[in-house]
């Protein structure tokens, strides 16, 4: 009977181990840095910063001029600071991204 009681518990850690965020196991690298917004793409979730594509991840954290944004909110022109995690050469995605003050002075990379 102990058994059947543990049993949703050992699922559950199984499910865990299995579908946990790679990010969170410490497997992915995960860099930042600031710069412009020159396309943004909805149909694919994707951004070009400073001639970057990069794929923006479904739950990631956008704040836009100091408060909770969307993707949708993004546009070209915007100065932003951003996080990302890298996948592999070819996967890499953007996980919070924050607008920055037009007047901002960018650091360069």
């Given at each position: 009977?102990l058994?059947?009681?543990?049993?949703p518990?050992a699922?559950?850690?199984?499910?865990?181990?299995?579908?946990?965020?790679?990010?969170?196991?410490?497997?992915?690298a995960?860099?930042?840095?600031?710069?412009?917004?020159?396309?943004?793409?909805l149909?694919t979730?994707?951004?070009v910063?400073?001639?970057?594509?990069?794929?923006?991840?479904?739950?990631?954290e956008v704040?836009?001029?100091?408060?909770?944004g969307?993707?949708?909110?993004?546009k070209p022109?915007?100065?932003v600071?951003?996080?990302y995690?890298i996948?592999?050469?070819?996967?890499?995605e953007?996980v919070?991204?924050?607008q920055l003050?037009?007047?901002?002075?960018?650091?360069e990379?």
């Amino acid at each position: 009977m102990l058994f059947m009681k543990t049993l949703p518990m050992a699922l559950v850690v199984l499910l865990v181990a299995v579908f946990a965020n790679p990010a969170e196991m410490g497997d992915v690298a995960v860099e930042g840095r600031e710069g412009t917004i020159h396309e943004v793409e909805l149909s694919t979730n994707t951004l070009v910063i400073d001639g970057v594509r990069f794929h923006v991840a479904l739950d990631a954290e956008v704040e836009i001029r100091g408060s909770y944004g969307a993707f949708t909110m993004l546009k070209p022109g915007m100065k932003v600071v951003y996080e990302y995690r890298i996948y592999s050469d070819t996967n890499v995605e953007i996980v919070l991204i924050s607008q920055l003050p037009d007047n901002q002075e960018l650091e360069e990379s």
